[in-house]
């Protein structure tokens, strides 16, 4: 059977081969847990230390900034709950935008569930929020606002610098939910308070990614049980954190090029594809390796399952596996349901070429039949 050409890396990217090869002593000989005091224990350590200044420096903060997690979605965890839920905490209300992922979402709606008051705040109909609205709905209730840098279902870019700035002016903490952003745009400067990464966006391995927590942030702990990593207790793994760190630097050195190839296959997709079309969200405040394109009059379900040769999908991974619409085109007036397709560091322009045609040829036949 003839795999798809992968087109899908919003979901998850392949494993970079210098990321593996930098993985691999710590999976066979170096086994040792980083935690022991012997040579064994001190190697891992050590090389875990090196990653985590490797994700640091992408960042521009400092290495004692940076907790290794589970990935992103245990990052967010621990960042909202962790500032809702800490000890002497006045402020009650949570402020996000309607367009965040489902592990922003659903912790924010958890948190109501306890007691918390949650505001969401709309977004324009390119996929952007409205700052002014999002200044209206802050207060000297709130504790903590979470924003997306790169949206995962349209690739559309935050003013996440714009946005901290409006939560600090109201004496309120930032969150940002940088997992499709981190290793891909500067993230030096947004100064938010924390912010959540993880590996498998950016060519490392899955189960590893990283917390961001300024100096001085209150946190509950996460995991509570041996202390490691300052309120995520657990026994690291060094291989993935090796793998995340090795990741974080290749990305940095490539940061440019890998930009300038996503915008490449970007323009050569859209212009070739030669049929009535839609980009839902923003047009130049985005992230040029994501797409989601919908056709006018064809029903992206049946597009979906007319383009098999290609591995794309409707919607974020979660909502895809369980059927759920998007929300996040819900939430942007005007938008065109349809597919989301993902390229990167080694997509090439014979798979965008023979992708541009399948899905001219599938809208096509899908349109005619409508007709």
Known sequence: MTR???LDYAATTPLDPAVLAAMQPWLADKFGNPHSPHLWGYEADAAI???RGQVAALLGAAAETVSFTGGATESVNWALKGVMTAPGQTRRRLVTLATEHSCVLETAR???SIGCALTIVGVRPDGIVDLAALDAAMGDDVALVSAMLVNNETGVIQPVADIAACAHAAGALMHCDAAQGFGKVDCTALGVDLLSLTAHK???PKGVGALYRRAGVALTPLLHGGGQEDGRSGTLSPALCVGLGTAAA??????AIDAAHARALWDRLLGGIDVAYRVNGALTDRWFGTVNLGFPEVDPARLFSAVRDLAVSTGSACASA????SHVLAAMAGSVPGLRIGWGRFTTDAEIDTAAAVLTAAARRLHSRAA
Not at 250 to 255: L, Y
Not at 322 to 325: E, L
């Open 4 to 6: 798809p050409i992968y």
């Open 49 to 51: 230390e090196v990653a």
């Open 110 to 112: 958890w948190l109501e």
């Open 202 to 204: 950016i060519y490392g």
């Open 250 to 255: 290749i990305a940095g050195e490539r940061m």
């Open 322 to 325: 369980s059927g759920r619409p």
